[in-house]
């Protein structure tokens, strides 16, 4: 960018003339003690709860622990510099980041400052991080979908627009790899989405970004980056900080996607923060409020009716309801769910994706173990036709789960058995997904009604992907007006039905796979 | 620190209580400032953690310093903090209670800096100011300090009202 200078001073002059010399009122305070990242002050007795503190050299910090001759606050970012004896003053406001359509598309850190060198970032609104979830009154029940693009998830296990959906399952299981191709697909739907990255490497970062950036995806998503090297009052913000920006977009009558990944490093950074400020531990050493820290996160994801946008836009947007949809993700410790924070987790969200070690090492990926996935309120929200269609794979794999294990000791199996189980093995074969390619309403229910109607029993097991994919670019190449107005409504009736049937059926004479 | 004004601040408030119980509080607070500063002498706090030094002898040896001094009451507290091991609190115990004390009577202690020194009138003037702000009546301590440039800065306890032309630059410095 080229700097006028004229233009600079020009700026300069006009903030000088718009320049308000109040006299300012504040109260103050003195460090006495500065330890890992956490200060002691003596005074600040009017400060509150969770109240931005200024430190020398514009060092912001949070005032945490309110005691009765002093207070205890983490500082926001580097230390270093903070000794004994310094004044600290109280700003009166929650910590606060900027919110807006500005931000799609950038990386930030936890206070909303840009870090990909592209530049300032123009937001015009700021919004306080610790907000009250929406009531009762402002919300709308679920029942729009948010398509995430995996057969095996859009099909048993549904999110709906202002659901809480945990990924849950080991290191190296695919959690993130799911919420990647989730943002990829929510391309072109208007729905908005925000990615934070809690505890991670800074350059699995640069990954996520790189790819978003290879599919095109980068353009409706915020990157939310609290990384392992910076302090762990800030990877305890960063949820704070996303569900803040994706509460914006709710707020103005939108649909937003917010991905925590993950929140148990939160919960190790809030643990952390917690004992050096000397909060009794408990369980697992995590402080008494951990519950507390994910539940106000997680209820803040919601869906808002019409009226309640139209008093927040202050009658701007009407008629149109505002979602904000959370996929937290947890990692467990050698597929132990019953820890402290999985349990807590699992019991604040509307349902969770459960992903196994060894499904993904026997090839099975995305890795989902449907016996143990659920989504309690999606299957309000999904699309009739992934209903209709999704509901028979869901049994014949319970069904096949079931015999597999009691097939392995018999020997001769009768008839229908037999054809439970390589139903099983097929529709196992079918949930098989390639990472970075999502799949579209269409797409999924010709594959799920060509498992359900038994066009996939003579084939192969190896050989179901290649036909599937083969079947698929036929529909696409010969059919596609149906597919086009399948996606369109989401619809499914006999005529559809009759229609995907003839197709199969003329894809199964007449090609190869 | 600040556990120590913890511990001191039971002993704090029972003295107060006790002075405002008796009408005492003048006496009290020249019995506590007198123990103050005898406890400021070196010699002295050198032997309150002096494990030669026992603390029967301690007691006879401070009760003779104060003999005169203290009364009935105040060689009362003295005994009781020996006992306790808590003579080092005496200082914050005596801040302590000169807060409770001031703020019974209605008093602020006010710490004023000024860029220029005030004459008599303006001094009454802004005595008077800031008595009606503050709904007290008010201890005015001035410094002089020219490196505020102008105006004046008010600090009360943790308040402060920063009216000087180094804090506007200050403020116009970050707004830029």
């Known amino acids: 960018m080229q700097l006028n200078p004229s233009e600079i001073s020009d700026l300069i002059k006009k903030k000088i003339e718009n320049f308000d010399l109040s006299t300012q009122v504040h109260t103050e305070g003195t460090v006495v003690s500065v330890t890992d990242g956490i200060v002691r002050i003596h005074g600040l007795s009017q400060a509150m709860q969770g109240e931005m503190l200024e430190f020398p050299d514009h060092t912001f910090g949070m005032a945490l622990n309110l005691e009765r001759d002093s207070v205890g606050a983490v500082i926001l970012g580097a230390y270093q510099h903070i000794s004994e004896g310094d004044t600290v003053r109280c700003t009166g406001k929650i910590l606060e980041v900027p919110v807006g359509e500005a931000l799609l598309g950038r990386v930030v850190d936890a206070l909303g400052n840009p870090i990909d060198g592209k530049g300032p970032i123009n937001c015009v609104e700021t919004s306080p991080i610790e907000k009250i979830a929406p009531g009762v009154i402002a919300r709308q029940s679920v029942d729009q979908p948010v398509q995430l693009g995996l057969k095996s998830i859009d099909s048993m296990i549904p999110v709906g627009r202002g659901q809480r959906e945990l990924i849950i399952g080991d290191r190296q299981t695919g959690k993130t790899a799911i919420a990647v191709d989730a943002i990829i697909n929510q391309k072109g739907t208007g729905i908005k989405c925000i990615y934070v990255a809690i505890g991670q490497k800074r350059s699995s970062v640069a990954n996520v970004v790189r790819k978003l950036e290879e599919h095109d995806a980068l353009a409706h998503t915020i990157i939310v980056v609290a990384s392992a090297s910076e302090s762990a009052a800030l990877q305890f913000i960063a949820p704070y900080t996303g569900c803040t920006m994706g509460e914006f977009f709710r707020d103005q009558g939108e649909d937003a996607l917010i991905i925590y990944d993950d929140l148990t490093k939160q919960a190790w950074a809030y643990r952390q ?200 670019s036929y529909f696409k190449s010969e059919h596609t007006e149906l597919m086009d107005s399948i996606n369109a409504t989401g619809d499914f009736n006999n005529e559809i039905g009759s229609s995907i049937r003839s197709g199969i059926e003329t894809f199964v004479k007449t090609h190869s796979w | 620190m600040n556990e120590i004004a913890t511990l001191a601040r039971p002993y704090a408030v029972a003295v107060f209580k006790r002075a405002k119980e008796t009408n005492s509080s003048k006496k009290w607070s020249k019995n506590l400032s007198f123990l103050a500063a005898v406890l400021n002498d070196n010699a002295i706090f050198g032997m309150i953690d002096d494990p030669k030094v026992g603390r029967a002898r301690l007691l006879t040896l401070l009760l003779d310093i104060c003999a005169d001094q203290l009364d009935q009451e105040g060689s009362n507290l003295l005994k009781l903090l020996i006992e306790n091991n808590r003579l080092n609190l005496i200082p914050f115990i005596v801040e302590l209670f000169e807060t409770y004390k001031a703020e019974d009577e209605g008093f602020i202690d006010i710490d004023v800096t000024t860029a220029y020194a005030f004459t008599k009138e303006s001094k009454q003037h802004f005595n008077e100011v800031l008595e009606k702000n503050f709904g007290k009546k008010v201890n005015m301590k001035v410094v002089v300090d020219s490196s505020l440039i102008g105006g004046v800065l008010v600090r009360a306890g943790d308040q402060v009202i920063d009216g000087s032309i180094r804090g506007q630059l200050q403020q116009l410095a970050q707004r830029l």
Do not use: C, W
């Open chain 1, 273 to 472: 923060v917690s004992l050096l400020l000397r909060r009794p531990p408990g369980r697992e050493a995590y402080p008494g409020d951990v519950f507390y820290l994910h539940s106000r996160l997680l209820e803040r994801a919601s869906r808002i009716n019409a009226k309640e946008v139209e008093k927040l836009t202050n009658g701007r947007v009407t008629g149109k309801t505002g979602s904000l949809t959370a996929l937290p993700i947890i990692e467990t410790q050698g597929g132990d769910v019953s820890a402290f924070v999985p349990t807590n987790v699992i019991s604040i969200t509307d349902g969770q994706i459960f992903l196994e070690s060894n499904l993904f090492n026997s090839g099975i990926r995305p890795a989902v173990n449907a016996g143990l996935s659920v989504s309690r309120v999606g299957g309000a929200a999904q699309t009739k036709i992934i209903k209709k269609l999704g509901g028979g794979t869901r049994l014949d794999l319970a069904q096949y789960r079931e015999l597999a294990a009691f097939a392995q000791f018999a020997s001769d199996l009768d008839e229908s058995t037999r054809k439970q189980i390589e139903r099983g093995q097929r529709v196992t074969e079918l949930m098989k997904q390639k990472q970075y390619s999502p799949m579209s309403v269409a797409q999924m229910g010709v594959s799920l009604f060509a498992a359900n109607e038994g066009f996939l029993d003579n084939i192969e097991v190896n050989k179901v992907l290649d036909f599937e994919a083969a079947l698929l």
